[in-house]
């Protein structure tokens, strides 16, 4: 998996010691940012072609997302820290961070005059 590789040389790690809690953490962005774009099956080419692979197409994002998750590991339950004169929060969903490096989300419309009773 290219984006396992990619985060591990982020992170600096030379060992499969921690690729299961990187491919779950990778698995929670894809998931995560399936449900920010809004469209389980986002068309990214002309014609559309589906379904994406979230984790090759928006790679820079899943790679900023699964970085700040490892790096955040054992502060899960922590809103916002202060040390000295330093202020830190972290959020629970999608970091701007990520949300920066993703097109934005779709709308979905209901069709105009189309009832579900009979």
């Not at 590789?5 to 990187?22: C, M, T």
């Not at 949300?99 to 009773?117: Q, V």
Request: proline fraction near 6%.
């Amino acid at each position: 998996m290219a984006a396992l590789d990619d985060i591990k040389d982020v992170l600096g790690i030379n060992d499969a010691s921690k690729d299961n809690l990187l491919s779950i953490y990778i698995r929670r962005g894809v998931t995560l940012v399936t449900a920010y774009m809004n469209a389980p099956d986002v068309p990214i080419t002309d014609p559309p072609t589906l379904p994406v692979d979230v984790a090759t197409v928006y790679a820079d994002a899943i790679i900023e997302y699964v970085t700040l998750c490892y790096r955040k590991k054992g502060n899960e339950g922590i809103k916002s820290f202060r040390q000295g004169g330093r202020l830190g929060i972290y959020e629970d969903s999608l970091q701007q961070s990520v949300k920066d490096l993703l097109p934005s989300p779709y709308i979905r419309m209901a069709r105009a005059g189309y009832c579900y009773d009979r």
